[in-house]
């Protein structure tokens, strides 16, 4: 808009503000202590002080505060306001923002759907954060709240692909603040959901609360911002778990590295070697190469120091299966050793507590074994995890993977054509969505025992057809 366009009371506006020697800002605190709030927080002197910049600018009238204006100027406020110009309508498919939803006072919009289109992922997940800020924000009062969800769930509903909108009203109505015990707990429920439910199901579930908590945090003070940056870590420490298994890497790299600042913040050691110890396994399926996880795990031991310690232990699990990987199978052994020997955690961690299962140490037995071709010895270690109840029926992928360690040994051993239609055969058995990179790297990593000149057999490549075609596909939505 031109300066001779402006109307005229936005000229005075800025014109009295000038006058006056106030910046935006301090007119924002002004109209604040006029209105009876001293101690306004700073987000909402923000928030107002964008609304002098649109009011001095012509494009809204500030109607809801033009009383307070007026007496603040010590002026009539029909004198300096004329009566509401007709406010443009705004159709929904023009796109939305928090920031237009939150001033629903000051805008109309044409809630009639267009034709129904595509609508892209990042939609999608602007839409969750108007959720959940509208969930949390205790400035926000119930009018503007309720005609804010209105204006969503109808800008949600006009286009293909919309989450159900059963899945928003939960969103809206569980974004109530929680306790630690409650943040805590979802921590478990989050891991819980990682082990058992489809990687994009549980992350999808995870970003609502990983949203809700950065509300929280801007919030929290002192002791329980602590506790809550613990919380974060774990969170963060989940995400990075999922996003790999998605086959995600550079996001799951970006929230190892939120897990480790959020850990190092709170001065838990546990909580900061568990992130660590977690980083460097997972880096292991095609994530990162094997010398920056070897890297990873030698920075992590500097941390835990000298004296022996479960996670030092779970860093030689790590160590044992890198070494596998490299060829070394004698020094392999030797770092699996001090893993099995140790066994379970000094105490659980305390705010995830269930991580650890005794599952993780005969996984890496038979990884290790499988490498070096220990026949025995591998099918002992997959027998006892295969008959824990958490993998009975062997549909998991954790069961799988182990499956595929089978068919990694017997093509160590020489038996190429079987180990490769074994492997193919365990792949198609997994449902589908639940293939994650996770096992799609263990199948790499049995691609690679094949000898060079056996790799066009048909076997092998029959098995590079069922890799590709259920492996995740990196991108796909959250």
Request: negative net charge; contains cysteine; aromatic residues 6%.
């Amino acid at each position: 808009m031109s300066e001779s366009d402006r109307p005229i009371w936005a000229i005075r506006l800025e014109s009295e503000r000038t006058q006056r020697g106030w910046g935006k800002w301090d007119m924002a605190r002004q109209l604040f202590s006029a209105s009876g709030i001293t101690n306004p927080a700073t987000k909402q002197v923000k928030g107002l002080a964008r609304q002098i910049t649109r009011w001095e600018a012509g494009t809204h009238c500030p109607q809801d505060w033009a009383g307070t204006i007026a007496d603040l100027f010590g002026v009539a406020a029909d004198a300096l306001f004329p009566p509401p110009p007709e406010v443009p309508v705004r159709s929904i498919s023009q796109g939305i923002g928090l920031n237009d939803l939150l001033r629903a006072d000051e805008m109309r919009f044409d809630l009639s759907p267009e034709p129904l289109k595509h609508r892209p992922a990042s939609q999608d997940r602007l839409a969750a954060e108007c959720i959940v800020a509208l969930g949390i924000n205790p400035d926000v009062g119930d009018s503007v709240r309720r005609r804010a969800v209105i204006q969503l769930l109808a800008t949600l509903g006009a286009s293909a692909g919309a989450a159900p909108l059963h899945r928003i009203a939960d969103l809206i109505l569980t974004a109530a603040p929680r306790d630690l015990d409650e943040w805590h707990l979802a921590c478990a429920d989050h891991l819980h959901a990682l082990r058992t439910r489809p990687a994009v199901q549980a992350r999808e579930d995870l970003v609502s609360d990983l949203l809700a908590l950065n509300g929280h945090l801007a919030e929290a003070k002192d002791g329980y911002l602590t506790e809550l940056q613990r919380v974060e870590a774990v969170l963060a420490m989940l995400h990075a778990h999922l996003s790999a298994r998605l086959a995600e890497h550079g996001e799951a790299i970006r929230w190892w590295r939120t897990a480790r600042a959020a850990a190092d913040s709170t001065g838990d050691l546990d909580l900061r070697l568990m992130i660590r110890c977690e980083e460097a396994g997972v880096g292991l399926y095609g994530q990162r190469d094997v010398g920056t996880v070897l890297a990873l795990v030698r920075q992590a031991e500097q941390i835990a120091g000298t004296a022996p310690s479960f996670w030092r232990a779970d860093l030689a699990g790590t160590r044992a299966k890198a070494l596998s990987l490299l060829g070394q199978h004698g020094q392999a052994i030797k770092a699996l050793n001090v893993t099995v020997e140790y066994g379970g955690p000094d105490t659980p961690p305390s705010i995830l507590p269930t991580l650890w299962s005794g599952s993780q140490p005969l996984f890496a037995q038979s990884w290790v074994h499988a490498g070096a071709g220990n026949e025995r010895e591998a099918d002992q270690a997959r027998d006892l995890l295969l008959s824990r109840p958490s993998h009975r029926g062997g549909e998991t992928p954790y069961a799988a993977n182990v499956r595929l360690h089978e068919a990694l040994c017997t093509i160590t051993n020489g038996g190429v054509d079987q180990g490769a239609t074994q492997a193919a055969q365990v792949l198609d058995a997994v449902p589908p969505g639940c293939v994650t990179q996770f096992t799609t790297a263990t199948g790499m990593f049995i691609l690679r025992a094949v000898p060079h000149e056996q790799q066009r057999r048909p076997a092998v490549l029959e098995f590079r057809e069922v890799l590709a075609r259920t492996a995740p596909k990196p991108g796909s939505p959250a």
